[in-house]
């Protein structure tokens, strides 16, 4: 009999209990419709997004057979790249064979690849044997977590790509590679993996929730348990962790908590509750967001932030035309760490807004706060900036002075650009201006 008392939601593990999975409908039929055909894809989500959970879902028996994949056929092994920064190709294969060794109900294949496991594991070794795989009724598809781990081993070069492409175009071998990045851009970007190996896939994008999905994750784990949250704990829920599977469950997580403590008996005292521990979680993610975004999408991340706080809503498309790189846009919404939503204070057009209201909070928090010594005066006159530069540095002298320190390089390139001068000045002006002045950070979490 389950103990209705225990907190059903998590704050950072990988779901193993396929009990414990929600959403992803559609994501699970198309990748489940590839894997069927012999056909590879590449699982592309932004850090916590629940690329692990999923692939952890997908290879659970019992989801296989649900989806039409008779475990006497379909041959799955799972491989985490996580850690093994020196494995080699070798190493990866034997690995990789004791995986499927387990699912193979053939006592000669088993014994054959006990063998090859004995001695170095060799690329015309491994293309018999999944030739002999597929030529005997098994289809074989390998699953590959954190593969950017893969694409940055010095030991696997160009020719093991090549190896896994020829064994996915001559033996039937598919793969499902998971990666916070596209494979298109870990060959530009970093020219490890060769194109002809990323050709062979086919993208799916794991993003934020469909609204229904989210519900689900918030309100089922609740039928077993003492607590259930109201219609206005859904909405905090929402405006706090957006419709990010791993921030919901954290957000759920300290809600819960909240409910059992005999302290926290009314709802503004919950919320603040909820709020300081999620912000503590999540702190570190937000970060890792922040620092891993271009100067354009930290800009636009800023503006939306601080303009949204002072105005309580987001801002429409149009208003930010000409303003914020409408590409880079696009790159955030895909990422799910921004979003599209009507605004209930407008009921009209969808809204540009940060996905969670305390990553905007963490954002004005961090672009605003005054660190060094140093005046922006005495900064110019340090770099010396040149053109455009010293012309951008001096029309934002005033709204500059009072930022951070470390974004005054950052910004005063943005102006610079050509067509954003008076533009961007405005947006700068409007932004900081008022917040600035008052010399506080909102706290609109609780300003409905």
Known sequence: MPNNDINPFYRRK?????????????????????????????????????????????????????YGLPLERYIVGYFD????????????????????????????????????????IKLQDLSRLMKELHQKGFQTTILLDEFEYAASNPNFDLSFFGGLRNLSTNCGLA????????????????????????????????????????????????????????????????????????????????????????????????????????????????????????????????????????????FRRGELEGVLDEKQLKSLENRGLIKNAVSPQTGAKPEVMVFSSAFGEWIVEEITSQRGTVSFEEWVDKVKPKGRINEAASAVRNTLSKVNPRYWEMLTRWVSQPGNLDKGKKLLETMFTGILNAGIICDFVFSQ
Not at 50 to 65: C, D, E, M, V
């Open 175 to 314: 793969y499902v590679i998971a990666s916070t990045n596209d494979l298109l851009e870990l060959y530009y970007v970093k020219n490890v993996i060769g194109s002809p190996f990323f050709n062979i896939f086919t993208n799916v994008f794991l993003g934020p929730f469909p609204e229904d999905e989210a519900l689900e994750l918030i309100k089922s784990p609740l039928e077993e348990s003492c607590v259930s949250f109201s219609e206005k704990d859904v909405d905090f829920i929402f405006k706090i962790a957006g419709l990010h599977p791993f921030f919901l469950q954290l957000a759920c997580y300290h809600l819960f908590d909240a409910y059992k403590s005999k302290q926290l008996k009314e709802e503004e005292a919950r919320f603040r509750h909820t709020l300081a521990n999620f912000k503590n979680d999540a702190l570190r993610h937000f970060k890792y967001y922040w620092d891993n975004s271009n100067d354009e999408e930290k800009i636009i991340f800023a503006a939306l932030s601080i303009l949204e706080q002072r105005d309580s809503r987001g």
């Open 81 to 120: 790249f996580l850690g093994y920064t020196n494995l080699t190709p070798s190493d990866f294969w034997n690995l990789i064979l004791e995986e499927l060794s387990y699912e193979i109900n053939d006592e000669k294949l088993s014994l054959k690849i006990e063998e090859m496991r004995k001695s170095e």
């Open 14 to 66: 990988t779901l193993t209990d396929i009990n414990q999975f929600y959403g992803r409908k559609e994501e699970i039929k198309k990748v489940f419709s590839l894997i069927r055909v012999a056909e590879s894809c590449s699982l592309i989500g932004e850090r916590r997004i629940g690329k692990s959970s999923f692939l952890q879902y997908i290879i659970h028996p019992q989801t296989r057979a649900s």
